[in-house]
C-alpha cells in the first residue's frame, strides 16, 4: 500500500474515507478463524488480484461489479484487459510487465525452485474499487472454487 | 508494500526483486501466530532513476482549434513505438473499449465527438464499427483508456530508458500534448452537463490535481458521503438506469 504521504491530498483524504468506511462496517464473526496452514513447500497457491483483469472475451467488469473473472496459469498475458474504473494508479509498469499486478511468472519460478509446493491452474480477478463489505456472496464462491481446486493458500494482490 | 498505487509487485521487468516481495508475504505464513501486519523493509528500485523524465518522442505544439488533426498527428508519430512495444512485449492492454488498435480512428472519432458536445446518452454516430464493451456514459472513461494506453506504452517503448512516474505520464499528458487538451474538454462537457450525476466521471478521466477547478470527483452533495453517493449513481453511469 503507498504511502498517504506520497498521494495528492484529495486522493489520501479518499482513501482514508474508505478506510472508515470499512472499519464501520466490518463483520461480526462468532469466532476468529485462525488455522496454521501447510508448509509452503507443499502448499499449494492461486492469487486474487484487485486490478479488475480479464479475458479479452470475459464480460468487462462495470463500475460497481461485484462479481469476479477466472485467469487460467497458463494464459497469454496478451490476452488480458483491465476494466479498472480508476485513473488515480500508476498502469506504466503493468502495461510493460503483468507480473507487476498479476506475477505468474514469479510464483511459477517460485514453484520449480521448489519454495512452494505448486501454483493454481485458475487465479481469480475482481474489480477492487468496489466497497469490499459488498464482496461477502463472491468472496465465499471463490473460496468454495478454491477449495476444490485444491489450493491451499489465496494470496491477495491489490492493486 | 510501500510502492505506488497499481504496482504491488514494485517494478516491472525486475524478476528478483518481485520474487523477493512475494516470498516475504509468503513467509508470514510460517511465522505468524495471528492476524499480522508488517511493512515490508525495502523500498522499490528506483525505476524512475536521477533527473526529470521527459518524452523522447517530439510531438507538435497542439491547438485547440484543430484538436481532431492535432490527436491525430499525435497517434501517427506514436504509432512505431507503439507497434515495437507491442510486439517487443508480446501483449498490449488497449481494448478496454471493446475496440482494436485498427479500429483507433473510431476511438479518435468517438472522443473527439464527445468532447464537441454529442452527449453522453448515445454512442457518437461518428464512432460506429467497434464491438463497444460498456454503454454510455461509462464507456466514455474506457475510450479514454484506450487512448492514454496508446500514448503510455508508445512512450514506454524503450526499455533501456528508465520509465516515467505516475506524475511524470500526468503531467506529461495534460501539459504537453494534444490528448491532453481533449480529455480536459471532454471534462468541461461534464462540468457544463445538466445532470450532476455524470460530474463523478471526470475523476475516473481527470487525476486529482490536473483538473483547474472544483474537485476531480465533483458533484456530491452536502450531507451525504462519498460512498453513498457513488452507489446512487452507479445504475446511472453503467447505463442501467436513465
Not at chain 1, 498502469?91 to 519454495?115: K, W
Request: proline content about 7%; overall charge negative.
Amino acid at each position: 500500500m503507498v504511502r498517504l504521504s506520497e498521494l495528492h491530498p484529495e486522493e489520501a483524504e479518499h482513501m482514508l474515507g474508505r478506510a472508515a468506511l470499512l472499519k464501520r462496517s466490518s463483520f461480526d464473526f462468532d469466532a476468529t478463524p485462525w488455522i496454521m496452514p501447510k508448509p509452503l513447500r507443499e502448499s499449494t497457491i492461486a492469487l486474487i488480484s484487485t486490478a479488475a483483469l480479464h479475458r479479452r472475451d470475459d464480460p468487462a467488469f462495470r463500475f460497481g461489479d461485484t462479481g469476479y473473472r477466472l485467469i487460467p496459469n497458463d494464459i497469454d498475458p496478451a490476452e488480458l484487459v483491465q476494466s479498472h474504473i480508476s485513473v488515480n494508479f500508476d498502469r506504466t509498469h503493468y502495461q510493460r510487465d503483468l507480473n507487476v499486478v498479476l506475477p505468474i511468472d514469479r510464483m511459477r519460478e517460485l514453484a520449480e525452485a521448489g519454495e512452494i509446493g505448486g501454483v493454481s491452474p485458475i487465479h481469480f480477478s475482481i474489480l477492487g474499487a468496489t466497497e469490499s463489505f459488498l464482496f461477502e456472496r463472491t468472496g465465499e464462491e471463490i473460496a468454495r472454487r478454491l477449495h476444490d481446486l485444491g489450493v491451499d493458500t489465496a494470496m491477495l494482490v491489490p492493486v | 508494500m510501500p510502492f505506488p498505487l497499481g504496482r504491488p509487485l514494485g517494478v516491472a521487468d525486475d524478476p528478483a526483486f518481485q520474487r523477493d516481495v512475494l516470498r516475504s508475504a509468503l513467509k508470514l505464513l510460517e511465522s505468524a501466530t495471528e492476524p499480522t501486519i508488517v511493512d515490508y523493509p525495502n523500498e522499490a528500485p528506483d525505476a524512475n532513476g536521477e533527473g526529470v523524465w521527459a518524452c523522447a518522442i517530439e510531438l507538435p505544439t497542439p491547438e485547440m482549434s484543430e484538436l481532431e488533426s492535432a490527436v491525430r498527428s499525435e497517434i501517427d508519430l506514436l504509432m512505431p513505438r507503439y507497434q515495437e512495444a507491442r510486439r517487443s512485449r508480446g501483449r498490449s492492454t488497449f481494448g478496454m473499449s471493446g475496440a482494436t488498435i485498427d479500429q483507433v480512428d473510431k476511438v479518435v472519432s468517438f472522443a473527439i465527438a464527445v468532447a464537441e458536445g454529442s452527449g453522453f446518452e448515445d454512442v457518437p454516430s461518428a464512432a460506429s464499427g467497434p464491438n463497444w464493451r460498456h454503454a454510455m456514459p461509462i464507456l466514455v472513461r474506457f475510450v479514454v483508456e484506450d487512448l492514454r494506453a496508446l500514448y503510455q506504452e508508445a512512450v514506454t517503448s524503450d526499455a533501456s530508458s528508465r520509465p516515467p512516474s505516475q506524475r511524470e505520464m500526468h503531467t506529461w499528458i495534460f501539459q504537453e500534448t494534444a490528448l491532453g487538451q481533449l480529455l480536459k474538454q471532454i471534462a468541461q462537457q461534464i462540468t457544463d452537463h445538466d445532470d450532476p450525476r455524470l460530474r463523478l466521471m471526470r475523476g475516473f478521466i481527470i487525476p486529482e490535481g490536473f483538473w483547474d477547478g472544483d474537485r476531480a470527483f465533483g458533484g456530491v452533495p452536502a450531507g451525504m458521503s462519498p460512498d453513498d453517493y457513488v452507489r446512487s449513481i452507479r445504475p446511472y453511469l453503467i447505463g442501467e438506469q436513465s
